[in-house]
């Protein structure tokens, strides 16, 4: 059973960093895609980054490109994303999830399905930013 467990979250000031971590165990990341999330309150869940099965493919909202980084690390099957710049509007749940089938975030998906059919989360940590 693939399982997913967020951490890294906190209340920081505006432009500093922050790291979240998303373990993932029951499989290895070379067979699942992994995206982030992030719900505000009020706001729908956005899809802000993934990374393909293969890690050669990783992909970015707009709402973020430039700042936020997301990586892997297999030995720990856990992957990571690094939040950088942070802004108050960047406050938030951020969830990590996983598809199944590993067929997610490819290279020519849109920007609308790369953050489709994600179908194992995790718990989701989170993020405040203010001053």
């Known amino acids: 059973q693939l399982q997913l467990v967020e951490s890294g979250g906190g209340l920081v000031q505006p432009g500093r960093s922050l790291r979240l971590s998303c373990a993932v165990s029951g499989e290895t990341l070379d067979l699942h895609a992994v995206a982030w999330f992030r719900q505000a309150p009020g706001k729908e869940r956005e899809g802000i980054s993934c990374i393909s099965s293969s890690g050669w493919v990783t992909r970015y909202a707009d709402s973020v490109k430039g700042r936020f980084t997301i990586s892997r690390e297999m030995d720990k099957n856990t992957v990571y994303l690094q939040l950088d710049s942070l802004k108050p509007e960047d406050s938030a749940v951020y969830y990590c999830?996983?598809?199944?089938?590993?067929?997610?975030?490819?290279?020519?998906?849109?920007?609308?399905?790369?953050?489709?059919?994600?179908?194992?989360w995790g718990q989701g940590t989170q993020v405040t930013v203010t001053a």
């Open positions: 999830a996983a598809d199944t089938a590993g067929v997610r975030c490819g290279a020519y998906d849109s920007p609308i399905n790369r953050f489709q059919g994600y179908d194992h």
